[in-house]
């Protein structure tokens, strides 16, 4: 199918001709920014994988595509994930360089064979008994900030609830210490616009400061930990497999995994449930079939994930001249893989673009990569969105979105999730009695 050419010497490095449509990609704004899946829908049928002039990246639509990407780490390397998509400014440099931040490879970005080596020794924490026994701790917590907002009628659910708690939760599987958790809080949201966003020059300075004392922060962390010998959490047993394998940990890693760890852990489960409460209340039939048979909420977390993931885009740079879809991508090219678009894929999900909660292959969705690279926490979050969407389907039935809202999200490549949801509900109608006003 031939595609309308952008104007004339537009071409990409390999020196073909760039297409009107991969010219006008913008993702930092307009439909992508909308819904990143639908506004790639022309390209997943007439030009799968197409070269942005505006990121200098080719970004890569089809689900097939991608999953051979992160099939193939010896020929797509990680190492460019954790970039900064914008180049940063040299006051901001200056100003990360005053707090010696020092970057280095983490669990996402390594290439192998150490990437393997250091995951299966940091691994125990994540495996599924372990994460188990912190249900009912996630629980107790969901439920008391529900106790907040149960009586008012009227509540902001990422504010009031989702931006705390996988906070909370996160910092206690890390092991961060109780006193600490407020001020992690604050600075883990700094890391996504730092990293996967446009920020101008004033904003890149404001970021980098938070950055640089969040880096700061971090390492002190680890310090305090290492001098707490009872201390337990993914970044104990981090210490702890350092001791044992100093050739493989150093003290700058400790520092990446928990400045890393914190943003992985808290902000992809928040943007994630917030995306599923949207759809499920816009789809109003799901979650009435929810709130009647909780069963069915595990199936309702694999299709809030296929269909509004948290995770919308990774990165990958091409180690050798190499082919995605038929289109030649030169050594050090850098890809886009927008897993959002995969998990729209027509010849993968039947009637991709509607909402299905007993979809038989949801769980087939890219949203936690696959492969080697397979996102560490991708049990705690699944475990996590189940017990939100339980608790609060079963304490607040007939809550239902405020009409007329309008939701924002953070604009950036990679990481999806509503800044706002508004809900309502009449606290005389509430099930529970003793939650009634």
Same mark, same amino acid.
């Given at each position: 199918?031939?595609?309308?050419?952008?104007?004339?010497?537009?071409?990409?490095?390999?020196?073909?001709?760039?297409?009107?449509?991969?010219?006008?990609?913008?993702?930092?704004?307009?439909?992508?920014?909308?819904?990143?899946?639908?506004?790639?829908?022309?390209?997943?049928?007439?030009?799968?994988?197409?070269?942005?002039?505006?990121?200098?990246?080719?970004?890569?639509?089809?689900?097939?595509?991608?999953?051979?990407?992160?099939?193939?780490?010896?020929?797509?390397?990680?190492?460019?994930? %954790?970039?900064?998509?914008?180049?940063?400014?040299?006051?901001?440099?200056?100003?990360?360089?005053?707090?010696?931040?020092?970057?280095?490879?983490?669990?996402?970005?390594?290439?192998?064979?150490?990437?393997?080596?250091?995951?299966?020794?940091?691994?125990?924490?994540?495996?599924?008994?372990?994460?188990?026994?912190?249900?009912?701790?996630?629980?107790?917590?969901?439920?008391?900030?529900?106790?907040?907002?149960?009586?008012?009628?009227?509540?902001?659910?990422?504010?009031?609830?989702?931006?705390?708690?996988?906070?909370?939760?996160?910092?206690?599987?890390?092991?961060?210490?109780?006193?600490?958790?407020?001020?992690?809080?604050?600075?883990?949201?700094?890391?996504?616009?730092?990293?996967?966003?446009?920020?101008?020059?004033?904003?890149?300075?404001?970021?980098?400061?938070?950055?640089?004392?969040?880096?700061?922060?971090?390492?002190?962390?680890?310090?305090?930990?290492?001098?707490?010998?009872?201390?337990?959490?993914?970044?104990?047993?981090?210490?702890?497999?350092?001791?044992?394998?100093?050739?493989?940990?150093?003290?700058?890693? %400790?520092?990446?995994?928990?400045?890393?760890?914190?943003?992985?852990?808290?902000?992809?489960?928040?943007?994630?449930?917030?995306?599923?409460?949207?759809?499920?209340?816009?789809?109003?039939?799901?979650?009435?079939?929810?709130?009647?048979?909780?069963?069915?909420?595990?199936?309702?977390?694999?299709?809030?994930?296929?269909?509004?993931?948290?995770?919308?885009?990774?990165?990958?740079?091409?180690?050798?001249?190499?082919?995605?879809?038929?289109?030649?991508?030169?050594?050090?090219?850098? %890809?886009?893989?927008?897993?959002?678009?995969?998990?729209?894929?027509?010849?993968?999900?039947?009637?991709?673009?509607?909402?299905?909660?007993?979809?038989?292959?949801?769980?087939?969705?890219?949203?936690?990569?696959?492969?080697?690279?397979?996102?560490?926490?991708?049990?705690?979050?699944?475990?996590?969105?189940?017990?939100?969407?339980?608790?609060?389907?079963?304490?607040?039935?007939?809550?239902?979105?405020?009409?007329?809202?309008?939701?924002?999200?953070?604009?950036?490549?990679?990481?999806?999730?509503?800044?706002?949801? %508004?809900?309502?509900?009449?606290?005389?109608?509430?099930?529970?009695?003793?939650?009634?006003?």
């Amino acid at each position: 199918m031939t595609v309308d050419q952008a104007p004339r010497g537009v071409t990409s490095p390999t020196g073909c001709p760039v297409s009107r449509m991969a010219a006008g990609f913008d993702p930092f704004q307009g439909s992508y920014q909308v819904d990143p899946s639908s506004s790639l829908r022309q390209a997943r049928a007439e030009e799968p994988v197409f070269y942005s002039p505006l990121l200098d990246y080719w970004v890569v639509t089809r689900y097939e595509d991608i999953k051979q990407i992160f099939k193939n780490p010896e020929v797509f390397s990680p190492r460019i994930t %954790l970039d900064q998509i914008t180049p940063i400014s040299d006051e901001a440099l200056q100003i990360l360089g005053s707090y010696e931040f020092a970057p280095g490879p983490t669990i996402v970005n390594e290439d192998e064979p150490i990437h393997t080596q250091r995951r299966r020794l940091l691994m125990e924490p994540f495996e599924a008994d372990n994460v188990a026994t912190f249900e009912p701790k996630i629980r107790q917590v969901v439920n008391a900030y529900l106790d907040r907002v149960v009586k008012t009628g009227r509540a902001d659910l990422v504010d009031d609830l989702l931006y705390e708690v996988p906070c909370i939760v996160a910092l206690i599987f890390l092991g961060v210490p109780d006193e600490d958790i407020e001020t992690c809080r604050h600075f883990g949201m700094q890391q996504t616009l730092f990293t996967w966003g446009r920020p101008d020059g004033e904003e890149q300075v404001r970021v980098a400061t938070g950055m640089g004392k969040f880096w700061r922060f971090a390492g002190g962390l680890v310090e305090k930990l290492k001098a707490d010998p009872d201390a337990k959490g993914w970044i104990p047993h981090a210490i702890e497999m350092q001791r044992r394998h100093p050739d493989l940990f150093d003290d700058n890693y %400790l520092q990446n995994i928990m400045m890393s760890g914190v943003v992985a852990a808290h902000e992809t489960t928040t943007n994630a449930t917030g995306n599923a409460f949207r759809t499920l209340l816009e789809n109003r039939s799901a979650w009435k079939q929810i709130c009647a048979d909780p069963t069915l909420v595990p199936k309702a977390v694999e299709e809030c994930l296929r269909y509004s993931g948290s995770v919308v885009a990774w990165r990958r740079m091409a180690v050798t001249d190499t082919t995605v879809g038929g289109v030649d991508i030169p050594a050090d090219g850098r %890809l886009l893989i927008v897993t959002a678009s995969a998990n729209r894929d027509d010849d993968i999900f039947p009637e991709p673009d509607e909402f299905d909660i007993h979809r038989g292959n949801a769980r087939r969705h890219l949203t936690f990569g696959i492969g080697s690279h397979t996102c560490l926490g991708a049990t705690l979050a699944r475990l996590e969105m189940k017990i939100f969407l339980e608790e609060t389907s079963r304490r607040l039935p007939h809550m239902s979105l405020v009409p007329g809202q309008e939701f924002t999200y953070l604009p950036n490549t990679s990481f999806r999730g509503p800044e706002h949801v %508004l809900v309502e509900w009449d606290p005389q109608q509430n099930p529970v009695p003793a939650d009634r006003p």
